[in-house]
Structures are given as C-alpha cells and as structure tokens.
C-alpha cells in the first residue's frame, strides 16, 4: 500500500469517528446535565402544582383567572398532564440509560429549559398577582 492511500485512509476514519461522536455518542456530561434539569424541573412543578392548589382551595378559586385566560383549575390540570405525562420516572430512566444521540440530547435540554422558563413565569405571575409577594 502506497503512503497516500494509507493517509487518505486513516483521515477518512478519523472524519467518520468525529462524525459519530459529534452527532451520535452521548456525552456523558450532557447525559448528567439533562438529569439534573430534568430533576430540577420535576421538583419545580410539583412545587408549583402544589402552592397553586394550596392557594386555589384556601380561596376557592377555581374559577379565578390566573394568566392569559386559564383558571386555576385548568393551569394545574395543565400541570399534571406535563408531570404525569412527560415528567415521569420511566422517561428519567430512558434519560438515564444514555441511549440518546447528541443532537436528540440537545433538543431535550432546549425543552427542559423551556419548561423551566415556562414554571418560572407562572411562579412569578402567581406570586405578584395573587399573593403580592414576588420580588422584581
């Protein structure tokens, strides 16, 4: 075999090898990083569900809006689809066995992101609006 063949070769390995890792081996920090939110997040609606059904019942406000035209009763049960639905132990452990790709990782962290931005804003609406308490 003659030297360019064997370096055109070896660089066409190495360009398939960082393919696969870039875009279809998991990283295990990215792993570890999307438990962590998806377990932050978990806690935080549960929270949320928690001191919104509190308060609702307290103040028999179910019918009350609580932003953007949802009733306390519809936020909440919003809530729970996304907790019994999406936040549960048999997706945390598919996260956990890492059979993910890179780019299926990505699009999972996004989301969870989003979702805490999302439970934040409710958090901050609930809390200046209804309870008077939120610190800006």
Known sequence: MDASLFWTTLGTLMAILTFIYTYYKEPREDTE?????????????????????TY???????????????????GIRILQKNLD??????????????KSGKRHLDFIIRKLEENIQHCSEIRTVFEYYHLGTAKI
Not at 33 to 53: C, G, P
Not at 85 to 98: I, P, R
């Open 85 to 98: 639905q999406v936040m549960n132990d048999k997706n945390l452990e598919n996260l956990k066995k890492g």
């Open 33 to 53: 990083y999307a438990i962590q939110k998806f377990e932050f997040l978990k806690k935080l609606n549960t929270d949320l569900i928690n001191d919104l059904t």
């Open 56 to 74: 609702m019942i307290a103040n028999n406000a179910q019918e009350k809006e609580i932003m953007q035209q949802l009733t306390f009763e519809q």
